[in-house]
């Protein structure tokens, strides 16, 4: 049955990509967590989804020309709720310091593209490695020429490639680049694509399923990951299924 995966954490309950978020996700039980990262001007990894910080905080600002120390001034929680305020944008470092006893999936999206970050690939794995994370890391990316760095970098890695529109025989393309998993889109979501993936030793992780029937629907369709803003609803689907 579906690995249930918190995207941007319990981002529906709490601001997304934030600590209350994860803190929330494991909360409520949630088997893998999701979330996206940028690197500051002084080569920070940080755990946000734009490439902008405007949208999830009271400032503004691309993330590549902040600092650390003048993106942490920020407050990304009272966008989404004043309970929220003061909330700040966590470093991915500060979210491994809390998963570090969990033994869930971390699921690390690497936010490249229309802005690049070069040498983030490097950064990334060397951090997992120095956590020991590195069975329970995949990276995802819209940008696959970043998780083929990943790859050259180290074959062991992870990588799961995200996609939009229907692709034909992805499974195919995924083995070309040596990537366990697809993460598409989740309409995307046909017995086609679920058997070839089967057949093929390609695992299938689609976003981002909310609805109650449409979860119950893409678990029975015989995915391997549900990606999802309510990993509360995820898990009451998948032990409803499980009876």
């Not at 305020?85 to 491994?96: C, F, N, Q, Y």
């Not at 020429?145 to 995924?174: Q, T």
Request: hydrophobic share 40%; charged share 25%.
């Amino acid at each position: 049955m579906a690995l249930v995966i918190a995207h941007r954490g319990a981002s529906a309950y709490a601001p997304e990509n934030t600590v209350p978020a994860f803190e929330k996700a494991l909360e409520l039980g949630t088997e893998g967590i999701e979330l996206d990262v940028h690197m500051t001007a002084d080569g920070e990894i940080v755990v946000i989804h734009d490439h902008t910080i405007d949208r999830t905080s009271n400032g503004k600002g691309m993330v590549k020309d902040l600092t650390l120390d003048e993106i942490k001034k920020f407050d990304f929680g009272s966008w989404f709720d004043t309970s929220f305020e003061g909330v700040s944008i966590p470093t991915l470092r500060e979210v491994m310091e809390l998963l570090r006893d969990w033994d869930g999936l971390l699921n690390i999206e690497i936010k490249s593209g229309p802005i690049f970050y070069p040498g983030i690939e490097k950064k990334l794995i060397d951090m997992v490695k120095e956590y020991g994370f590195n069975d329970r890391v995949i990276f995802s990316s819209f940008n696959h020429y970043s998780l083929r760095d990943i790859k050259s970098l180290d074959p062991s890695m992870k990588i799961g490639l995200l996609y939009m529109a229907g692709l034909v025989e992805p499974y195919n393309y995924a083995k070309s680049l040596g990537a366990e998993a697809l993460h598409p889109f989740y309409y995307n979501i046909v017995p086609e694509i679920v058997e070839g993936c089967k057949k093929n030793g390609v695992k299938l992780n689609p976003f981002t399923v909310n609805d109650k029937k449409e979860i119950e629907m893409i678990m029975a369709a015989g995915v391997d990951g549900i990606i999802t803003d309510y990993p509360d609803r995820a898990l009451e689907v998948k032990a409803k299924l499980n009876r």
